[in-house]
Structures are given as structure tokens and as C-alpha cells.
């Protein structure tokens, strides 16, 4: 029997942001719910230009560092967290989900959401991660950042606002280029093949 093989990439095309978006999709939960802060960002091109229709999803734990392990991550009751994510970028290349504060996995671990992005122009989906900016002992043990020379480590962790949310730029190419990660999908068992553990591409 011949071994099936993955559906190479290829860019999205033109129209693929009008199929993706569905209600309230960059809500993980209710706004205004107990603990909800607003994650928000700027998306930018090579040339520092903004884009105007990118999308980008995230998967995170809870505020007690809880990952969700259940059907449903589509749900929108109002008060279900169900750590996943979908927004679309507007046309002033900004961003926004209403989520919480990620707490970390496993004791001591630097709490962060993991992050893919879809643009044209790119054949596969861009993976990073965005860190919350405090605990600077939980950042500087991290396996990924403690790869990265500060300068790039600034570029997967966020501000934080005044109002408590926070704020995260993405750079897809030249000054101040995001780091993005390797990730090879699933092995048979359905673990995590390749560098969402923590190995940078770039």
C-alpha cells in the first residue's frame, strides 16, 4: 500500500478571509467577563507597511494554566473559556481578541498563547508565541527565549497596558522580524512533532 502524503501549502489567495470568520470568533470569552483583557497588535509587512487581511488564531490555557481538552472550541455561549481563537486583521492591520491572562502549564513555566498566522503571499501558516511581560525569572529559564539574543526575545513578548490588556505587534519580514517557529504536525499518536517546544526558525 502506497503511503498517502500531506497536501503541500500554497497561499490562500484573495478570498479566503470571506469563508474563516464567524461570530464573535476573536471572543474566548464574553468581554466585560471577570478577568477578560483585550489582546491587541498591529500586523506589518516587510516594508513596515500594514496588512489588511491577514487572520490570526490562538490556543492557550486558562488563568489557572488549565489547556482545554474538549470538543467545542467553535462555542460561543457567553461564558464558556474555550482557548481558541480566530481574528481577522481590519483594514487598518490591527488586530484584536478578548481573552485572559494565560497562567503558566507547569510550575515556574513563562505562561504564553501560542499563535498562527495567515496572510497572502505566505504558502504555509506562520507559528510563534506571544509571553506575558512579567515574571522576568520565568522568561529568562524558558527553553525558547533563552535561545534568542534579546533583541529578538522582544519580539514574542507583549506590552502591557495601562487598562491591564495587552499589546503585540506582528513583523512578517525585515527590522524587528517576528520569531516564528518550526512545526512539523502530528506524529500517528497525534503529539506535536518539531519546535512548538521550543526551537526557533528565524
Known amino acids: 500500500m502506497s503511503k498517502l502524503t500531506a497536501t503541500p501549502g500554497q497561499t490562500v489567495g484573495p478570498f479566503y478571509g470571506y469563508a474563516l470568520p464567524y461570530p464573535k470568533d476573536n471572543e474566548l470569552l464574553a468581554p466585560g467577563s471577570p478577568g477578560s483583557i483585550r489582546l491587541q497588535g498591529t500586523v506589518y509587512d516587510g516594508a513596515g507597511h500594514t496588512i489588511p487581511d491577514a487572520i490570526l488564531e490562538i490556543w492557550q490555557p486558562d488563568s489557572e494554566g488549565n489547556i482545554v481538552q474538549k ?24 488586530y484584536t481578541f478578548t481573552t485572559v491572562n494565560p497562567g503558566p502549564t507547569t510550575a515556574g513555566a513563562a505562561p504564553f498563547i501560542s499563535v498562527a498566522v495567515f496572510a497572502r503571499g505566505l504558502m504555509n501558516r506562520l507559528f510563534t508565541r506571544v509571553y506575558l511581560p512579567e515574571n522576568e525569572e520565568a522568561l529568562a529559564k524558558d527553553p525558547l527565549l533563552s ?11 507583549a506590552r502591557r497596558d495601562p487598562d491591564g490588556g495587552l499589546t503585540w505587534d506582528v513583523r512578517l519580514q525585515g527590522e524587528g522580524e517576528t520569531v516564528f517557529l518550526d512545526f512539523h504536525g502530528e506524529d500517528a499518536d497525534g503529539n506535536a512533532q518539531g519546535d512548538e517546544a521550543g526551537g526557533a526558525s528565524k
Open 71 to 94: 470538543t467545542g472550541s467553535l462555542v460561543r455561549d457567553g461564558y464558556t473559556f474555550t482557548g481558541w481563537g480566530r481574528a481577522s486583521v481590519g483594514n487598518s492591520g490591527v
Open 147 to 157: 535561545s534568542l539574543d534579546p533583541e529578538r526575545r522582544k519580539t514574542v513578548i
